[in-house]
């Protein structure tokens, strides 16, 4: 039996053509799956009888099940999803008025291992298929309380560019109007650096958002805390990224984590602003460290937290600090996975 989802409008076309079907009932289905809700091929009540029959002996609509469920004080929602092989992936639901964003992984575990991620802590075990990543988005949206599904961010675990293929065909389908129909501009990636997908992904032609994992001015310090700043070094990602908004013209936005005692002064700041100043469209998202204990990460003070940010205001750096959500069920960046498996 095969994920139905792993499959694109036109190759479920093309498999109706080859069962002698006409074309339309893809879309049909399509209809059933990403819009109706509909788990089963029996309730497609608009499809011949013998057809259901044959699509439910080749193809199965959900290959997950609800493991766990979190709900936290400010709405934020975390699923611990069992997959086919019973491995775990997390994703998470953060409401914000009328919209909902799903936070969704790529990969069961990372292999990058970064210092202050919760994500890699166990190690690699495999990529997400088209399908599975699909069906986190599908669960998120058909569970989304009071509000609709509208933004996506790859922030759950793994490295989303680490599984491109199926990272790229997911994000079609999730702006496809015939699945999710949710605009490219409300899909955001976000990578650790891997400069030859960075280098693919400015002539893929779709609109998303990118987001980077810089963490830190310096290669010394990155590489001290994220491994692949060894293979990727600063210069050369932050060309990659001037070639990116050169060729897209599309802003692309650092990542910052604020970890005490590590890179939260003012002199880090000033290092930051000068790594960024022949980026005109660059946007720096500051975050204060979601506390990992067990790799002794730690957030700075407010008051320190505060003057980072208006340090880089005043440098005429286009900065926001990113509110954490979620905290409370340890449903936030860079803290997925880690409770179950421990
Ligand atoms: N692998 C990709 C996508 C995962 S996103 C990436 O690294 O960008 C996970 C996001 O959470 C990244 O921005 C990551 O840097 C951030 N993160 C990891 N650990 C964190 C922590 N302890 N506190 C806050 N953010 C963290
Ligand atoms: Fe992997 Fe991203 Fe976590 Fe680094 S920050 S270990 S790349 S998920």
Sequence with gaps: MKDIKELNLKELEEQFLSWG????????????????????????????EDLRKKLEKEFFIVGLELADLQRSVDGTAKFLFQLKDKALVEAVSIPAAKRITGCVST?????????????????????LSCGEILEEVLYLKNNALDAELTHIVFMGTGEPLDN??????????????????????????????????IQK????????????????????RRSEIMPINKKYPLKDLILACKNYMAKTNRQITFEYLLVKGFNADIQSADALVALLKDLSLAKVNLIAANPVPELNIFAPAQGQIDKFKEYLFKSGVNVTLRRERGQDIDAACGQLRLRYEK
């Design 107 to 127: 990969q069961v575990g990372c292999k990058f291992g970064c210092k202050f991620c919760a994500s890699g802590l166990k190690g690699f075990k495999r990529n």
């Design 164 to 197: 491109y293929d199926n990272l790229l065909k997911s994000i079609r389908l999730i702006n496809s109007p015939e699945a999710f129909n949710i605009g490219a501009r409300r899909i955001t990636i976000s990578t650790s650096g891997l400069i030859p997908e």
């Design 21 to 48: 079907q006409p074309k339309y009932r893809a879309k049909q289905v399509f209809a059933w799956i990403y819009k109706k809700a509909a788990a089963d091929f029996s309730a497609m009540s608009d499809l011949p």
């Design 201 to 220: 992904l400015q002539n893929e032609g779709l609109q998303f958002e990118l987001s980077i994992s810089l963490h830190a001015p310096d290669d010394s």
